[in-house]
């Protein structure tokens, strides 16, 4: 009944009705835990007990920053390591009531929410700030199914820019990303 997946274990494939009911009931949890709050607010990605989502009113943003159960996570977030972004729209919020939200966790959030090349050069800026090590990332990424998403970045970080170039638009060129790093004062 049981597979190994991710950091964890999951159901067999022959159980896949199970699991998507099990999946639908826990995100009517979290929606009816959120929406009491925040009205406007959608999941974007949950398991049992963790949950990330957006809101669409600066009213429901007001109120989730009240409540002491959800951090801002994503692109607003990156301000707490003194990299700011302009955010077009309400940022992203995070509830883990019993775990620390962390750099690495902040950049599987952003690249959950889009990963478009924008985010993924963001994303790295804070990889190399917080000097976030491999390993931690691709860990957390796990739960979220990023891993290769995450592992190219790394490459890309390392200099290996031959194995990243396969056409894939979240990656972004090695001089626009340089121009970045230099206009942020990431070394």
Not at 89 to 114: K, N, S
Not at 122 to 143: G, V
Not at 159 to 169: H, K, L
Request: contains cysteine; charged residues 25%.
């Amino acid at each position: 009944m049981l597979a190994p997946s991710g950091p964890e274990y999951a159901l067999t494939d022959d159980l896949q009705p199970l699991r998507d009911f099990a999946q639908a009931v826990v995100t009517h949890e979290h929606r009816t835990r959120v929406r009491t709050i925040a009205p406007s607010a959608t999941i974007e990605w949950c398991d049992p007990t963790r949950a990330l989502v957006r809101v669409q009113t600066a009213d429901d943003t007001d109120a989730l920053q009240r409540a002491p159960e959800w951090d801002m996570t994503g692109l607003a977030a990156f301000h707490t390591y003194d990299l700011q972004f302009f955010l077009a729209g309400e940022p992203a919020f995070w509830y883990a009531p019993d775990d620390q939200l962390t750099p690495a966790d902040i950049v599987c959030h952003t690249l959950v929410l889009e990963a478009g090349s924008r985010r993924v050069s963001y994303a790295m800026l804070l990889i190399e700030q917080e000097q976030i090590s491999e390993a931690e990332l691709i860990e957390t990424a796990m739960w979220y199914g990023i891993e290769e998403e995450i592992e190219r970045m790394y490459r890309f970080i390392k200099g290996n820019f031959d194995a990243t170039d396969d056409g894939e638009p979240s990656i972004p060129n090695s001089r626009e990303y340089a121009a970045l790093k230099d206009q942020y004062g990431v070394a």
